[in-house]
C-alpha cells in the first residue's frame, strides 16, 4: 500500500459509508413505501378497434392481432387512420376535418375536444405524417406524445405500416392513465440522489428490456416460418421429386432447393435449442445474433418451399397452373398499377413526369403482352419456360426505365454531390430490400434486387428527397406539430403531429 504524502491525513471512507448508504436507502425506498399502498393495477383489454385505412396499407388481422395483445390501463377505443397526403399539409388539421365528416363520434359532445376514452394513431405514408390524438381523459403531455410517435417512426422509415401502428399503441397504452406510482418522474426524483449509479443502471435495465422484446418478437416470427415450412414438409418433397429437371426454370429451382433438406435439419436443430434459452437472456448479442438467422434462415425455406409448389405446377401445366401464373405475374402487375402513383397528384414529391413518361408508355405495352402470354398457355402456343423468359424481359425493362428515372428525378431533386448521393444510396437501399414474393420463379433463381420493383422505387426516392430535405434544414426531422389550423376552429384536442 502506498503511504499517504506527509502533511496529509488519510480521509477515513468507512465511518461515512454506512449513513451514506443508509440515507440513498432511505431516498430510494420512500416511493417503495408509497407502492405497497397503493391499490393494484389491472390490465384492461381494448374495448374497441377501428380501422379506417383511407390509404390501403394496413394488414387488418395482424393489425387486430397485434392489438389484441396490448394491454391498457383503462377502457380505450383505439382507431387507426391513414389518409394520404402532402408533406406541407397540417395533418392535425386534415385528421380533424376527416373526424368531423366522417366520425363525428370521435369528437365530444360539444365539439371542442376529442371523445372520452379514445386513442386515435394516424398516418399519411406519402406526406410521411405520423400523429396521435387523445380524449380529454387519456391526453398526455406533449413530450410524452413525441415519445409515442418517436416509437413508430423506424418501422415507418421502412413501410412497415401495420406494425407501426401497433407499435404505437402499444407505446401510448403502457402512459394513457398510468397510475401515478408508474410514473417516471416519481422514481426519478426519490432516486435522484442515486442517478449517477441507479440512472445508468435503470437505463441499462430498460435497454435490456427492449432488447428482449425485439428478440422475443422477432423469434415468434422465425418459429411461425418454421411451423409453416414443417407443415409443408411432406408436400414440398414431393413436389420437388416431379419438378422438370428439362426445365432451365425446373432445373434453377431445384439447385436453390438442392440445400433445403440440410438447412432445415439445422433450422430445427437451431429453433429447439433456442426455445431452452431463457427468456431474461434474449437481450444478449449472441442470443439476438442466432435469432436473426434462426429467422432469416425459416422465412427464407418457407418461400422457397412456395415456389417449389408453384414450379411443379406451373411447368407441368398440371391442375391449377393458371393460379401459378398469376403468381408468377403478381410481382409485375403491382408494378404496373403503381405507375401512375409515381408522379400522380398524391404524391408531390415523386420524379418530374418527364422521367416517368416512358414507364406509362410501357405499362400499357406489358398489360397487353401479359394477356397474351396468359392465352398462349392456355392455347399450347408457348411453354412454360418462354413464358418466365418473356416475362423476365418485361421486369428487366421495367428495371432499366426505372434506373433512368432514377438518374433524372435525383437530377431535378439535388443540388449538390451529397444530395445525389444521399437520394442515390436511398433508392438502392430499397432496391436491395425488396422482399422476394412467395411462388416466385424469378425471384428465387435470381439475387435481391435484380429486378427493380416501381413499389421499392417509390419507397427509395420518398425516401431520398425527405433526407434531402431534412439535410437542407439542418435538422434530422421536423418539431411536433399542435393546434388544429385554421379550419379548426376553438377545437383543443389533446394530439399532435410529426414527420417520420
Given amino acids: 500500500m502506498t503511504n499517504p504524502r506527509p502533511g496529509r491525513r488519510p480521509i477515513a471512507v468507512a ?31 381494448v374495448q374497441e378497434l377501428i380501422l379506417a385505412d383511407e390509404a390501403g396499407v394496413i394488414h387488418e388481422p395482424t393489425l387486430r392481432a397485434g392489438v389484441e395483445g396490448v394491454s391498457f390501463h383503462e377502457p380505450t377505443t383505439v382507431v387507426v387512420l ?60 406533449t413530450s410524452v406524445q413525441e415519445d409515442i410517435q418517436e416509437d413508430t417512426k423506424d418501422l415507418l422509415a421502412d413501410a412497415q405500416w401495420t406494425d407501426a401502428a401497433v407499435q404505437g399503441v402499444r407505446s401510448a397504452a403502457a402512459v394513457m392513465n398510468r397510475p401515478w406510482y408508474r410514473s417516471p418522474a416519481l422514481w426519478i426524483s426519490g432516486a ?17 428490456r427492449s432488447r428482449r422484446r425485439t428478440t422475443r418478437e422477432l423469434l415468434g416470427r422465425g418459429r411461425a416460418a418454421f411451423a409453416s415450412v414443417s407443415m409443408d414438409l411432406q408436400a414440398t418433397e414431393l413436389n420437388a421429386r416431379t419438378v422438370p429437371t428439362g426445365s432451365r426454370y425446373g432445373a434453377m429451382v431445384l439447385e436453390r432447393y438442392r440445400t433445403f433438406h440440410d438447412r432445415y435439419v439445422h433450422a430445427a436443430a437451431e429453433n429447439d435449442r433456442l426455445a431452452g434459452i431463457e ?22 425455406l418457407d418461400a422457397l418451399d412456395d415456389t417449389v409448389v408453384d414450379s411443379n405446377t406451373f411447368l407441368n401445366l398440371q391442375h391449377g397452373w393458371p393460379d401459378a401464373w398469376d403468381r408468377q405475374t403478381a410481382p409485375l402487375r403491382e408494378d404496373l398499377a403503381e405507375i401512375d402513383r409515381l408522379d400522380g397528384p398524391d404524391n408531390p414529391d415523386g420524379p418530374p413526369p418527364a422521367a416517368t413518361a416512358p414507364l406509362r408508355s410501357f405499362r400499357v405495352e406489358a398489360e397487353q403482352e401479359l394477356q397474351r402470354l396468359g392465352a398462349s398457355l392456355a392455347e399450347g402456343a408457348v ?4 413464358a418466365l423468359d418473356a416475362l423476365a424481359a418485361l421486369r428487366s425493362r421495367l428495371t432499366d426505365l426505372l434506373q433512368d428515372a432514377a438518374t433524372s428525378g435525383i437530377a431535378a431533386a439535388a443540388a449538390s454531390d451529397a ?9 438502392e437501399a430499397e432496391r436491395e430490400r425488396s422482399p422476394k414474393r412467395p411462388g416466385s420463379i424469378l425471384d428465387t433463381v435470381h439475387q435481391p434486387g435484380w429486378f427493380w420493383t416501381a413499389v421499392a422505387f417509390q419507397h427509395g426516392y420518398r425516401t431520398g428527397v425527405d433526407q434531402v430535405t431534412h439535410a437542407r434544414e439542418q435538422a434530422a426531422q421536423s418539431s411536433a406539430s399542435t393546434g388544429y389550423g385554421a379550419s379548426g376552429g376553438s377545437f383543443s384536442g389533446a394530439g399532435s403531429s410529426s414527420r417520420f
Avoid: C
Fill in 192 to 208: 435522484a440522489a442515486v442517478a449517477a449509479g441507479g440512472g445508468a443502471a435503470i437505463a441499462a435495465a430498460a435497454v435490456r
Fill in 279 to 300: 427468456d431474461r437472456r434474449l437481450h444478449r448479442r449472441e442470443h439476438r445474433d442466432a435469432v436473426e438467422e434462426f429467422t432469416r434462415t425459416a422465412e427464407a
Fill in 82 to 141: 391513414t389518409e394520404r397526403g402532402t408533406a406541407d399539409s397540417d395533418f392535425n388539421e386534415r385528421v380533424l376535418a376527416y373526424a368531423r365528416e366522417n366520425h363525428p363520434e370521435w369528437i365530444s359532445p360539444d365539439g371542442q375536444k376529442w371523445a372520452d376514452g379514445l386513442f386515435l394513431f394516424a398516418v399519411d405514408p406519402d406526406g410521411r405524417h405520423v400523429g396521435t390524438y387523445f380524449g380529454e381523459d387519456r391526453k398526455v403531455s
Fill in 383 to 386: 411453354t412454360p419456360d418462354d
Fill in 15 to 45: 465511518p461515512l459509508l454506512g449513513p451514506l448508504l443508509l440515507a440513498l436507502g432511505l431516498i430510494a425506498a420512500a416511493p417503495a413505501a408509497l407502492l405497497v399502498t397503493a391499490a393494484p393495477v389491472h390490465a384492461v383489454p
Fill in 419 to 427: 444530395e445525389r448521393t444521399l437520394m442515390a444510396q436511398a433508392l
